[in-house]
């Protein structure tokens, strides 16, 4: 069963405008989530992070929301650039899961159009 | 600082062949890890070690071997090569369980 679930493979949006990207989640135990993004050819890099006792953070043009009786987080990013485009993960992360390893989304595809 | 190094980049086996993947990190961290990334499942963990000395499985283990060398180094073994196992390989490092990871530039394996 996935853990964290990132519905939309893939997401449109014009530069200048937000785009918003969602993550779902169904343990409760989870206290802490991550966003990385992902050139192709490239690893991973860590984008911006969010502790359950917040619900938001906030990082330039990148907000991280948490609404933890829903199970969701999202990741605004305003305004867009062409540059924004990458594959974007949701993780989370929580004491129960064994020692806080990090289980990840399925991701999520942006891309910005000029 | 080179980060997180990983060898090969590319690699292509034939069914039932063995592989070593290397992983080294410069960052002094503890913690390393191996995920593999297939197409709309995301990173999923195979193994990880939280310290020198240690390693746990992780998510998807079966088929795999690891060896934490020593604080640097982290590999990851096939010993008798699946197309199931045709993947990108990632190899991450973070100070502590719970800190963000780092993480290589990959290794696209290809088994046949």
């Known amino acids: 069963d996935q853990q964290v679930k990132q519905n939309s493979p893939s997401l449109s949006v014009q530069e200048g405008r937000i785009s918003i990207l969602n993550c779902d989640y169904t343990?409760?135990?989870?206290?802490?989530f991550l966003w990385y993004k992902k050139y192709p050819a490239e690893g991973p890099t860590f984008l911006i992070s969010?502790?359950?006792?917040?619900d938001k953070n906030e990082d330039g043009r990148f907000t991280v929301f948490l609404n933890k009786s829903a199970k969701h987080l999202s990741l605004h990013i305003v305004p867009s650039q062409p540059g924004d485009s990458a594959v974007y993960f949701c993780?989370?992360?929580?004491?129960?899961?064994?020692?806080?390893?990090?289980?990840f989304g399925q991701g999520t595809e942006l891309s910005v159009k000029p | 600082n080179a980060g997180v190094t990983q060898t090969p980049k590319f690699q292509v086996l034939k069914t039932g062949q063995s592989m070593t993947l290397q992983c080294a990190q410069d960052m002094n961290h503890n913690s390393m890890y191996w995920y593999r990334q297939d197409p709309g499942m995301g990173l999923r963990l195979i193994y990880y070690?939280?310290?020198?000395?240690?390693?746990d499985k992780g998510e998807v283990p079966n088929g795999y071997n690891v060896s934490r060398l020593n604080k640097r180094e982290f590999s990851l073994r096939l010993e008798s090569a699946a197309p199931s196992q045709t993947s990108v390989y990632f190899c991450a490092a973070a100070w502590g369980h719970r800190d963000e990871q780092y993480f290589g530039p990959g290794t696209r394996l290809t088994v046949t």
């Open positions: 969010i502790s359950s006792i917040k």
């Open positions: 343990n409760s135990m989870f206290d802490y």
């Open positions: 070690s939280a310290s020198e000395g240690t390693t």
């Open positions: 993780a989370a992360s929580g004491l129960d899961n064994q020692g806080g390893k990090l289980i």
